[in-house]
């Protein structure tokens, strides 16, 4: 019995090794997202610890875990949810849970990815006039005046725009301001407009 618990234990300090270079590279997200959810330094760090056991208990499971990044940040999005859900399962209001569901439900790691593949290819005021038209819908006029600009500007500045993610148009490299990429976030997430219309 002695030697199948050493065994054992052998096994588990293994998969132990194995799994913290699986997730270490992504941790910093892990903590970044945490944050976001619940804007609280101490209810950040209950989440990511709660996060890490979840996942390592199913590492243990099943250790072909093929994008850990996704995984965890999936855990923590759905242990926010259900930590949400137990403190407001005996309330009737809804105005304590909206705010929160504004953050939970849209999918954090493909906006913040996203957001971030743009930021390296398109200057901001690019990415500004191309969100606020693709996805707040918002008129090339109505663009202009929140932005204090011409609308030929506009629509010169989202054609160019629409031609270098189509790929018909070569785009130079800029630097990540991360700042903006979570401000721009933040305002996809809320489906606050203002968090793109006000600069940096």
Request: aromatic content about 12%; hydrophobic content about 35%; proline content about 3%.
């Amino acid at each position: 019995m002695t030697t199948l618990t050493c065994e054992r234990l052998y096994a588990i300090e293994g998969s132990q090794q194995e799994y913290e270079a699986l997730i270490t590279p992504h941790l910093s997200a892990l903590h970044k997202y945490c944050s976001y959810l619940t804007q609280s330094k101490w209810d950040q760090e209950d989440l990511v610890q709660e996060t890490l056991y979840k996942s390592y208990a199913y590492y243990l499971r099943n250790p072909l875990m093929k994008d850990a990044k996704s995984f965890l940040l999936c855990i923590a999005r759905n242990t926010w949810i259900d930590q949400y859900r137990r403190v407001n399962n005996q309330r009737t209001s809804t105005v304590f849970w909206h705010e929160p569901a504004t953050y939970i439900d849209s999918d954090y790691a493909e906006v913040i990815s996203m957001l971030e593949w743009l930021s390296e290819r398109l200057p901001e005021r690019n990415i500004r006039m191309w969100l606020l038209a693709e996805y707040f819908d918002y008129s090339m006029q109505e663009i202009a005046d929140e932005m204090n600009t011409t609308m030929p500007t506009v629509k010169s500045v989202l054609f160019r725009t629409r031609e270098l993610l189509r790929g018909k148009k070569k785009y130079g490299r800029h630097k990540v301001i991360q700042l903006n990429v979570e401000r721009w976030c933040k305002a996809v997430m809320q489906e606050r407009p203002q968090g793109i219309v006000q600069g940096s």
